[in-house]
């Protein structure tokens, strides 16, 4: 019996989906599920007749695989990897290579990859972003971990990933250990941000401009035509042209309560553990918590009073305004983003790619679009840029729409409509090219109340002072 490529743990439709993949693609590959019954019903029904071979233990699956074996669980991150893990473990030989391509936190991928490697086997965490509906035609891969086993997955990943318009793949090596978890960490977390700014322009319109559906539908449609060109952009004008079964539209039916699976509140945090701001992805994380206590909102909007939207003025060009502000808090997003990769790269050695990494993302994954393409060109100007918006173009794009975006901040905020993400990305443009904030003051009241000292503008940086401020004599 021909054994096979690679195999793969885990059968929801994740799994199946890029089982299909592989198979598609010219590879043989095995597959197992813990609860066994799943094995038959896929053997029996998608993957009837196909090149996939179905085995009911773990002895019978490692045994159907080819050397060096290349298992690749698609199981529910936290413990079941680990189960996963010891439960394969005795029957794999030195160099054998054991895929993580679920949502794992990246500092399990740290340790298991330690682990792994000093059993003499190889570990790879592979972020798999695209859905059910990547999975299967082509998602965008982040693998990261043991270098050895590149080599051996490297013509299989590459070949089922999603391909930009010159065929290269959305998969290239990202890094040691859990480089590839992080990175898909931070996809997620950019795609919260993603989600919410969309989110925001959709309320402007609806409450602020009193727009139909049908008419967002055309407003989303044309910026899809544009620089928002992207994925999430083109689901929102399906979404909002979708009419339920008596001709309404369902976004309108849909309860405004937001779930999460929490990779995005890993972004956040991590960026406090690099003090990093990451105030936009942050704020879009906070939405959905505030989404989630609909009973207590529903109570405060019968208590709490604020000003009535009423818009006067030329829809179209408010439209227009939206866009540049939609625009602009993207970059903002994004250069957040990747400062959160270099500031870990730092922490934990890994050599990132960044040009290469908005690569990945430019096919397959959620947060695809034509804009991942600036961001590529970028770095490949200035490996070393510090901040996306310091890059001559996106530079030139936020000022040509800061006066819209100022705009509509202000606008939304007289009028009472929420937009966390467009403010935040605002702050944070202002924060950061202001050459003078006020944290002196902020280090004063520390050094008043708590001796932390302070740094002088008039003396080298590295010397610290501190005053008796009760008797409002320098001491320092």
């Known amino acids: ?19 299909m993949n592989m198979e598609s693609k010219g590879f043989t590959v095995a597959v197992f599920n813990r609860s066994t019954d799943k094995v038959t019903k896929f053997i029996e029904g998608r993957a009837k007749g196909k090149n996939i071979i179905g085995t009911y233990s773990i002895k019978e699956f490692t045994a159907s695989l080819m050397s060096p074996k290349k ?56 972020g798999v972003s695209g859905g059910e509906e990547g999975a299967f035609k082509g998602p965008s891969i982040m693998p990261g971990g043991s270098f050895e086993a590149w080599q051996h997955v490297k013509p299989i990943f590459q070949r089922i990933s999603a391909k930009v318009e010159d065929g290269t793949p959305c998969c290239d090596w990202v890094g040691s250990d859990g480089a590839g978890h992080f990175v898909k960490m931070v996809h997620n977390g950019i795609e919260y ?40 952009i083109e689901i929102t004008r399906d979404i909002l042209a979708y009419k339920d079964t008596d001709g309404e539209p369902i976004v309108d039916k849909i309860l405004d309560t937001a779930g999460q699976k929490g990779t995005g509140k890993w972004t956040s945090i991590s960026s406090l553990d690099e003090g990093i701001p990451l105030t936009l992805i942050s704020e879009a994380v906070y939405s959905r918590y505030l989404s989630a206590i609909k009973q207590e909102r529903v109570a405060a909007s019968k208590v709490l009073i604020g000003p009535k939207p009423v818009f006067k003025g030329d829809r179209k060009d408010f439209v227009d305004a939206i866009k540049d502000a939609l625009y ?55 490996p070393a840029l510090p901040n996306l918006l310091l890059d001559p173009f996106f530079k030139d794009k936020v000022e040509k729409a800061q006066a819209n975006w100022r705009k509509v901040v202000a606008e939304a905020i007289i009028s009472g409509i929420p937009v966390p993400a467009f403010a935040s990305a605002l702050s944070y443009y202002d924060g950061y090219r202001c050459e003078r904030l006020p944290a002196n003051l902020l280090q004063a009241q520390r050094d008043y109340f708590g001796a932390h000292t302070y740094e002088r503008v008039d003396r080298p940086r590295g010397e610290f002072f501190h005053t008796n401020w009760l008797s409002l004599e320098d001491d320092g």
């Open 1 to 19: 019996m021909k054994k096979a490529d690679i195999g793969l743990i885990g059968l929801a439709v994740m799994g199946e989906n890029l089982v």
């Open 71 to 126: 298992i690749m669980m698609m199981v529910k991150a936290g413990q079941p990897v680990d189960d996963f893990i010891e439960l394969i473990i005795p029957y794999l030989d030195k160099g054998d290579i054991i895929i993580d391509g679920g949502n794992s936190h990246f500092s399990d991928t740290i340790r298991r990859a330690k682990y792994v490697e000093s059993k003499g086997l190889l570990y790879i965490g592979a």
């Open 193 to 232: 941000g993603d989600m919410q700014l969309i989110c925001e322009a959709y309320q402007l319109m609806k409450d602020y401009l009193g727009m139909s559906a049908q008419e967002m539908h055309e407003a989303f449609k044309d910026w899809n035509e544009g620089v928002l060109d992207s994925y999430l």
């Open 328 to 382: 602009a808090s993207k970059i903002v997003s994004y250069a957040q983003g990747y400062t959160l990769l270099q500031a870990a790269a730092r922490t934990y050695g890994w050599d990132l790619k960044y040009g290469e990494i908005a690569l990945m993302w430019r096919g397959g994954c959620i947060i695809r679009s034509v804009f991942l393409r600036n961001i590529k060109e970028a770095f490949d100007k200035n």
